[in-house]
T-cell receptor, first 113, second 112 residues
Framework: DQQVKQNSPSLSVQEGRISILNCDYTNSMFDYFLWYKKYPAEGPTFLISISSIKDKNEDGRFTVFLNKSAKHLSLHIVPSQPGDSAVYFCAASGRGGSEKLVFGKGTKLTVNP | NAGVTQTPKFRILKIGQSMTLQCTQDMNHNYMYWYRQDPGMGLKLIYYSVGAGITDKGEVPNGYNVSRSTTEDFPLRLELAAPSQTSVYFC???????????FGQGTRLTVV
């Protein structure tokens, strides 16, 4: 039973446009949500996170939105750059820095020049 | 600034062989994890540890064993390799009060 779902395996956008990556979750006990970025042959690297008490968190070109009632979050990248081409994983954890991170299957983003 | 270091980077095993995937971190993190990633799938938690001497099963622990004798090291042991264990393995660590974990570069294991 998948607790964190990324229903789009891939996304292609033009350089300079907005990329929107989506993630849904089923467990209402999740307290923190994270996005990781992964290049081929490398480990995932942390990108941005959001606490369940917030609905938006911004870091430069990256913004994460959380809709708790819909159990949905999204990552917006504006403007998209070719270097953003990677696999993006959505992850969730429980309360108070809980030890377990649960990951979605990932979305492969391709930004075309 | 090494972070999380995994060795080896690549390995081919024959069915029934055993091996240990090494993981060490130099950030003094309490929590350490082993994940596996199969093609087209997310990362699935194999085992984790919240401190030296403490380990617990994750989502897919069968066929694996771990130990945590020090804060820095968290080796993953495969006793009888099977083709279903062909995967990329990632070790990660984080502070108890942090939300984000830091990952190693991965070990690509093929069992033939």
């Amino acid at each position: 039973d998948q607790q964190v779902k990324q229903n789009s395996p891939s996304l292609s956008v033009q350089e300079g446009r907005i990329s929107i990556l989506n993630c849904d979750y089923t467990n209402s006990m999740f307290d923190y949500f994270l996005w990781y970025k992964k290049y081929p042959a490398e480990g995932p690297t942390f990108l941005i996170s959001i606490s369940s008490i917030k609905d938006k968190n911004e870091d430069g070109r990256f913004t994460v939105f959380l809709n708790k009632s819909a159990k949905h979050l999204s990552l917006h990248i504006v403007p998209s750059q070719p270097g953003d081409s990677a696999v993006y994983f959505c992850a969730a954890s429980g309360r108070g820095g809980s030890e377990k991170l649960v990951f979605g299957k990932g979305t492969k983003l391709t930004v075309n020049p | 600034n090494a972070g999380v270091t995994q060795t080896p980077k690549f390995r081919i095993l024959k069915i029934g062989q055993s091996m240990t995937l090494q993981c060490t971190q130099d950030m003094n993190h309490n929590y350490m994890y082993w994940y596996r990633q199969d093609p087209g799938m997310g990362l699935k938690l194999i085992y984790y540890s919240v401190g030296a001497g403490i380990t617990d099963k994750g989502e897919v622990p069968n066929g694996y064993n771990v130990s945590r004798s020090t804060t820095e090291d968290f080796p993953l042991r495969l006793e009888l390799a099977a083709p279903s264990q062909t995967s990329v393995y990632f070790c990660a660590s984080k502070n108890r009060d942090a939300t984000e974990a830091f990952f190693g570069q991965g070990t690509r294991l093929t069992v033939v």
